[in-house]
């Protein structure tokens, strides 16, 4: 992980001052790319209805697997209040059988089948999802926090509400995770960097290098007064910053303003807020659209050969 976070800041360095195509050469160069798999318990075949027990991430390779491990929830008592006949014991024991599975299986698929076969459907797998990771131990226990414990999640919430602004970069976060391309972002990237200006104060939460273009996400509360007005200052002060990039290193940038997904767009204040930033040629885009928009910057990524 330090690897990881000394390599993007080296990554954000040669941003500011190369071409904007190299850093990701940079990072791309020690990161591989994993399947990974979600298990579900699905003890309900007429509804469908499912809870993920266990992830599994594998390294495909010609003669069998390089990477290979499962990882199954620590918290069984909330599959128990799934469902009450639920037999954990069994469960449990799956982590050991597929561990063996693995070492003896040469193709993903095939193993894929065996699982679901030998238990007649009440585990099921995801479909195949990518991502890419330097480390696969470690992106196996990121991959487990995010699928297996939202329960957990859930709780802590409710004792220690999150901002509107938190709540929003949280589903930013997941959207980029779960697509495989959390790894390629930039964070928290200064605009005073380009500006020059010493007083300009606007982050950007996130951002990707696709080719010529260089694309920013950034969430934008817009509940409050306050926030509206900040807001708006964004969105003025994008094409500024945009023009300094492109003068910088030819880069061409865009910026998505992501919003809450339960706004009220009647609202004459939050309605101003978003003409504001259409004016000033900024996407808005709101939490519940960011799993979509995340899939197609991925195949943007693959298409320009990241």
């Known amino acids: 992980m330090h690897e990881l976070l000394q390599r993007q ?56 697997f390089g990477f290979a491990d499962l990882r199954m929830t620590s918290d069984w008592r909330r599959v128990h209040c799934f469902d009450k006949q639920v037999d954990v014991e069994v469960l449990q024991s799956l982590e050991a059988d597929i561990r063996m599975q693995l070492q003896h299986s040469q193709d993903v698929g095939v193993l894929l089948r065996k699982l ?59 959207a980029l995770t779960r697509a495989g391309i959390w790894a390629l972002r930039i964070e928290k990237t200064p605009a005073a960097e380009y500006t020059k200006k010493k007083g300009d104060r606007l982050l950007f939460d996130f951002g990707y290098v696709v080719g010529p273009d260089v694309r920013f996400f950034q969430a934008v509360p817009l509940k409050t007064n306050f926030n509206q ?23 061409r940038a865009s910026l998505t303003a992501v919003i809450a997904n339960d706004l009220d767009n009647k609202n004459p204040d939050i309605e101003y807020a978003l003409d504001i930033f259409k004016d000033n040629n900024v996407h808005v885009a709101t939490v519940g659209e960011m799993p979509s928009i995340a899939d197609r910057l991925r195949q943007n990524l693959n298409a320009s050969g990241r």
């Open 229 to 251: 007005a900040i807001a708006v200052n964004t969105a003025h002060h994008f094409p500024k910053v945009a023009d300094c990039i492109h003068a910088r290193n030819g880069a």
């Open 9 to 64: 800041t080296t990554m954000e360095h040669i941003f500011k001052d190369r071409d904007p195509e190299l850093q990701v050469r940079i990072l791309m160069a020690d990161l591989k790319q994993f399947e990974f798999y979600v298990l579900r318990y699905v003890p309900y075949v007429v509804s469908g209805d499912s809870i993920s027990i266990g992830v599994l991430v594998v390294e495909p390779s010609p003669d069998g």
């Open 116 to 174: 679901e076969d030998s238990f007649a459907n009440l585990i099921q797998m995801s479909r195949r999802k990518v991502c890419l990771a330097e480390d696969p131990a470690h992106e196996l226990k990121m991959l487990s926090s995010l699928y297996l414990e939202p329960q957990l999640e859930a709780a802590s919430a409710a004792n220690h509400p999150k901002s509107e602004h938190a709540l929003i970069r949280a589903g930013i976060e997941d």
